[in-house]
């Protein structure tokens, strides 16, 4: 009886297709991610001279990484979008209570991963998102990290990994590999890969890869779980006074 609420699959092969513009976008992510982990330091001299503040240079890279990327992701995912969300407004009322739901099931489970792995440290990417979230304001954080961010790495990690891939290799070996290198992205060049590193974005890739697969492969409802828990992190961060927020780091650590 579970099953009959479930959002059913709308199956066109023709969108499951490996397109020139999924190569693309995949090259520009591949590219643009590698360059700022490795060769970073090459631009740092004039980067110090020309902007304003370390906050400045971070937030221009992550758009320029995620915009150019995102421009491509829409072109080349622009009928999948069109034809999940029919689908997802077909059920309303799932839709709109098993988003929320899902975010909570993440969360749930996340602190469940992490607390079971032993010591419970903050990843040096996180840090670095949560200091930048202190000096950017937030109506340039939100379409960065809660609309263009998420739908990048759906496409990528769910849409490609997974729909595309599936088709020419197992799809419980795809869920794997869209785990693997969704939780190896968030920390690469910026930490040691640890296990405790990487279990909490393992724990949340894992529920976004359940909820992809769950819905039929639509693409838009791992999305809007993925951007529903951005905001939320949002709205928490930036509902915390500095001072406040400062303190809560220290007793933590």
Not at 73 to 98: H, I, N
Not at 170 to 177: F, G, K, P, R
Not at 217 to 239: D, E, G, P, W
């Amino acid at each position: 009886m579970a099953t009959a609420h479930r959002i059913p699959p709308a199956p066109q092969p023709q969108l499951y297709r490996f397109s020139p513009l999924d190569f693309t976008a995949v090259g520009l992510f591949v590219a643009i991610a590698g360059f700022f982990a490795f060769g970073s330091g090459l631009l740092a001299p004039f980067l110090r001279q020309v902007a304003p503040s370390p906050a400045a240079v971070s937030y221009a890279a992550n758009l320029l990484w995620f915009g150019s990327v995102g421009i491509v992701a829409v072109l080349a995912a622009g009928r999948v979008v069109g034809r999940d969300l029919r689908v997802l407004a077909t059920r309303p009322w799932f839709t709109l209570l098993m988003i929320p739901a899902s975010v909570v099931a993440m969360m749930v489970f996340t602190a469940v991963v992490v607390t079971t792995g032993g010591e419970i440290e903050t990843s040096a990417n996180q840090e670095s998102l949560q200091s930048l979230m202190q000096e950017v304001p937030a109506w340039l954080m939100v379409p960065l990290v809660v609309v263009v961010g998420p739908f990048v790495e759906e496409y990528i990690f769910r849409h490609l990994l997974i729909g595309k891939l599936s088709r020419h290799i197992n799809i419980w070996v795809c869920c794997a590999l869209s785990v693997i290198l969704f939780a190896a992205m968030h920390i690469a060049g910026k930490e040691a890969v640890t296990l405790t590193a990487l279990l909490p974005y393992l724990a949340m890739g894992a529920t976004l890869v359940f909820v992809y697969v769950w819905t039929g492969k639509n693409l838009m409802f791992s999305y809007f779980v993925h951007a529903a828990k951005n905001l939320l992190a949002v709205v928490f961060i930036y509902a915390i006074p500095p001072e406040l927020y400062d303190q809560l780091q220290q007793v933590q650590a």
